[in-house]
């Protein structure tokens, strides 16, 4: 894995997994979380790969669809035929964690026909320093949204309504165990949606603060919005993708404007977690970012802001 899209979720990592898997070197899977999984289950010793590959068929989201099998249907591969051949190539063998990720990417990428690999797991923000045990040298896109329209879109998911009701913020911590999730009475005030946001914001900001400053690009939905030339073509020499003007242009026209206000805005009232990061990441009460043009100052008041909490 080259690199990963994080973020809190509704925030605009699909938009921006699905412009970056149009690129023409580019496979991004999306929401697999079955990397952290095997990380908590079995460390960075040796495993049965078999053991490991059964794991992952079972992570599902919250309707029930294994993770791996929604991936592959966007390549037009059954999930069986996919792991009884990396099963087979492996013929019983122990293996590591990073060998079993690395042999389902690698099978990915020949589906997929592309060449660089990267994975759009919002709540993998949680769990960077887990991550880098795998691949030292990941690089880290973080997308900001203001939470309120965040929390809004939340209150309509139903991942996120159970995650509400539940009263976790990580899916990562609950994908193994989806399957046996009892239906939850279902969370209606849009305010629980928003401190649930401004927890997973500031954890992730937090994850971030622990990376080596190069290896992550904090980014603005907001900015998309504003210029998706520039916001696309930074993330894109981030990552280091090849030149693809193409892909640059059609990017950018695909980006459209948001119609209207969203319904029940006006009736958010951000509580200490969300009031906290919607300062540290720049937004005011009008829902918009003061500080897009310029994420060093973005880094320097993520930074100022971590240091007078813990003072």
């Given at each position: 894995?080259?690199?990963?899209?994080?973020?809190?979720?509704?925030?605009?990592?699909?938009?921006?997994?699905?412009?970056?898997?149009?690129?023409?070197?580019?496979?991004?899977?999306s929401e697999s979380y079955w990397?952290?999984?095997?990380?908590?289950?079995?460390?960075?010793?040796?495993?049965?790969?078999?053991?490991?590959?059964?794991?992952?068929?079972?992570?599902?989201?919250?309707?029930?669809?294994?993770?791996?099998?929604?991936?592959?249907?966007?390549?037009?591969?059954?999930?069986?035929?996919?792991?009884?051949?990396?099963?087979?190539?492996?013929?019983?063998?122990?293996?590591?964690?990073?060998?079993?990720?690395?042999?389902?990417?690698?099978?990915?990428?020949?589906?997929?026909?592309?060449?660089?690999?990267?994975?759009?797991?919002?709540?993998?923000?949680?769990?960077?320093?887990?991550?880098?045990?795998?691949?030292?040298?990941?690089?880290?896109?973080?997308?900001?949204?203001?939470?309120?329209?965040?929390?809004?879109?939340?209150?309509?998911?139903?991942?996120?309504?159970?995650?509400?009701?539940?009263?976790?913020?990580?899916?990562?911590?609950?994908?193994?165990?989806?399957d046996q999730l009892l239906p939850?009475?279902?969370?209606?005030?849009?305010?629980?949606?928003?401190?649930?946001?401004?927890?997973?914001?500031?954890?992730?900001?937090?994850?971030?603060?622990?990376?080596?400053?190069?290896?992550?690009?904090?980014?603005?939905?907001?900015?998309?919005?504003?210029?998706?030339?520039?916001?696309?073509?930074?993330?894109?020499?981030?990552?280091?993708?090849?030149?693809?003007?193409?892909?640059?242009?059609?990017?950018?026209?695909?980006?459209?404007?948001?119609?209207?206000?969203?319904?029940?805005?006006?009736?958010?009232?951000?509580?200490?977690?969300?009031?906290?990061?919607?300062?540290?990441?720049?937004?005011?009460?009008?829902?918009?970012?003061?500080?897009?043009?310029?994420?060093?100052?973005?880094?320097?008041?993520?930074?100022?802001?971590?240091?007078?909490?813990?003072?």
């Amino acid at each position: 894995m080259k690199f990963v899209v994080i973020g809190t979720g509704r925030c605009g990592t699909s938009f921006l997994r699905d412009t970056l898997n149009n690129h023409p070197d580019c496979y991004v899977c999306s929401e697999s979380y079955w990397h952290i999984a095997l990380l908590e289950k079995y460390g960075t010793g040796l495993a049965p790969v078999e053991n490991m590959l059964a794991d992952i068929r079972a992570i599902r989201f919250h309707d029930g669809r294994s993770t791996l099998d929604a991936n592959l249907r966007l390549v037009g591969e059954p999930l069986p035929d996919f792991l009884d051949e990396i099963a087979a190539a492996w013929s019983g063998r122990m293996g590591s964690v990073r060998d079993t990720c690395s042999s389902i990417e690698n099978a990915l990428l020949k589906l997929s026909g592309k060449t660089v690999f990267g994975d759009k797991t919002p709540h993998y923000g949680f769990h960077l320093p887990e991550l880098r045990l795998l691949w030292p040298n990941l690089k880290v896109v973080h997308v900001v949204r203001d939470g309120r329209p965040c929390a809004i879109s939340m209150s309509k998911h139903g991942g996120y309504q159970l995650l509400a009701a539940l009263g976790v913020d990580d899916w990562t911590s609950v994908s193994r165990f989806a399957d046996q999730l009892l239906p939850q009475p279902p969370v209606t005030d849009l305010d629980v949606y928003l401190e649930m946001w401004g927890r997973q914001a500031t954890r992730i900001a937090s994850s971030i603060r622990s990376l080596p400053a190069a290896t992550s690009l904090t980014v603005h939905y907001e900015a998309m919005l504003e210029s998706p030339m520039t916001f696309f073509g930074r993330v894109a020499a981030f990552l280091e993708l090849g030149n693809a003007p193409m892909w640059l242009d059609a990017s950018s026209a695909g980006v459209t404007q948001p119609a209207g206000r969203l319904e029940g805005l006006e009736k958010l009232r951000p509580g200490a977690a969300a009031a906290h990061a919607l300062q540290i990441f720049g937004y005011d009460e009008n829902a918009r970012p003061s500080l897009t043009s310029s994420p060093r100052n973005l880094a320097r008041r993520v930074k100022d802001a971590f240091s007078r909490k813990m003072s």
